[in-house]
């Protein structure tokens, strides 16, 4: 039906089942499948049953979640027909879940940022509705593919970060330049990470900051040096509209503030971005010089660090990076695959040691095939994977979680060390 891996992304409307759009595998499913996922859904809803997720005989699987009786979406996985045994390990049936419930919940919390709940709620015109959806596409795309590479924030609805060398005169501009703009709420991002925000940014729902870092990326990737976009925030505003005003400072290097009617785009763009950030050039190349690393120079990872994300519990962001090791036998995997084992060991984890701070669905933490978590008396603190492309090792304090990844030379007995000295070293130097 699908294509392995691949994933596609079905909307109807909740009563009558009209399909509004379809995004994904470049194979759209037929008229008649999409048409029999909606009739087996409702079939089972007039027999008191719930359908929300099964799995195909190829290892693919389906989700179904209907939001407010309103609209209906459907994720479709496909499945993988062999796997080598180094690839079990990358995921099973209820990682997959996990993984597609989290994606129908964010795709629906794009939809009602961009849209607004009410329009979502009460569908009047179907056809309107159809090309009002469209403005929506963009950033269902960059859930569905993942991208920009090494954005992890989807996954775990954690702000992705980028840690500044000159922290405090980053965040003394956005504060100052937010103020001007009658506005509480700023931040810059710096190659689509942010770099610093004001304290009612951080104190938005994480979803909603990760959304918003999402769309922000959406908007720069439009070419245009300034736009004036409205919003709404999925939990704190889903029916009343905000301003965001997004200006370009640099390639690469965007300042936003969610503001009210004042002040105008263009007395923003020609009196205070200039008054704020012209000082500010050299400090921001300086920020685009971290570039995917992520940390500054004052950051020295241990040479045998492949990988890292980590996460601080407590404010619920994260910073990751992917490093690119000195050659050595045998071969590291590619960067691209070296993020993918990130995220799949970030969800291997998740999903069976580690407790979400937040999680996906009551329907989705229930059922898992092995229910580790469930059998254990005590809350695990650390755990450790060996496959044949690389080692893992996790570990969770009360304030962060961290996840690593080391080449295959690493004694496996040293992972814990290596783990502990490059929490101590990114904690010490950062303040993160």
């Known amino acids: ?257 969610l503001c009210g009617p004042t002040p105008s785009l263009h007395r923003a763009e020609s009196e205070l971005v200039g008054r704020f950030w012209s000082p500010l050039v050299e400090c921001l190349r300086d920020c685009l010089d971290v570039g995917q690393r992520c940390l500054p120079k004052s950051v020295s990872l241990r040479p045998d660090v492949l990988a890292l994300l980590l996460i601080n519990r407590e404010t619920r962001r994260s910073v990751s990076c992917v490093v690119t090791p000195a050659s050595q036998p045998p071969s590291p995997p590619s960067r691209v695959r070296t993020w993918e084992l990130l995220k799949l060991f970030y969800i291997f984890c998740m999903t069976r040691y580690f407790r979400q701070e937040e999680s996906v669905s009551s329907e989705a933490q229930q059922g898992s095939p092995e229910s580790f978590a469930l059998g254990f008396t005590h809350q695990p603190q650390q755990c450790y994977l060996v496959s044949d492309e690389c080692k893992s090792y996790a570990l969770q304090t009360p304030q962060h979680q961290l996840f690593l990844l080391c080449p295959l030379s690493v004694p496996t007995f040293a992972l814990r060390s290596v783990a502990t000295h490059t929490l101590t070293d990114v904690s010490a130097a950062t303040g993160f």
């Open 1 to 257: 039906m699908l294509r392995d891996g691949s994933v596609q992304l079905l909307c109807l409307t909740a009563s009558s089942g009209v399909p509004l759009f379809t995004r994904g595998a470049s194979k759209q499913l037929p008229f008649s499948v999409i048409g029999s996922l909606n009739g087996v859904h409702m079939f089972g809803g007039g027999q008191g049953v719930l359908l929300s997720s099964c799995e195909t005989q190829g290892g693919g699987r389906l989700v179904w979640r209907v939001f407010h009786e309103s609209l209906m979406l459907i994720a479709v996985s496909g499945g993988q027909q062999q796997k080598t045994p180094a690839q079990e390990w990358d995921s099973s049936s209820h990682d997959d879940r996990i993984c597609l419930d989290r994606l129908l919940e964010n795709v629906w919390s794009c939809m009602v940022l961009v849209l607004g709940q009410d329009e979502l709620m009460n569908v009047r015109n179907v056809e309107r509705l159809k090309r009002d959806l469209r403005s929506c596409f963009s950033l269902i795309d960059q859930l569905l593919e993942g991208k920009p590479e090494g954005i992890l924030g989807t996954m775990t609805h954690c702000a992705d970060t980028l840690l500044p060398p000159n922290p405090t005169l980053v965040q003394e501009a956005v504060e100052g330049f937010a103020e001007a703009a009658d506005s509480e709420f700023g931040c810059l991002l710096v190659h689509g990470r942010i770099a610093a925000a004001t304290e009612k940014w951080w104190r938005l729902a994480p979803q909603e900051v990760v959304l918003l870092s999402a769309l922000i990326r959406s908007l720069s990737s439009g070419g245009a040096a300034s736009c004036d976009y409205p919003v709404f925030l999925p939990q704190g505003s889903p029916s009343v509209a905000h301003r965001l005003l997004r200006f370009q400072l640099l390639p690469g290097a965007d300042v936003c503030v």
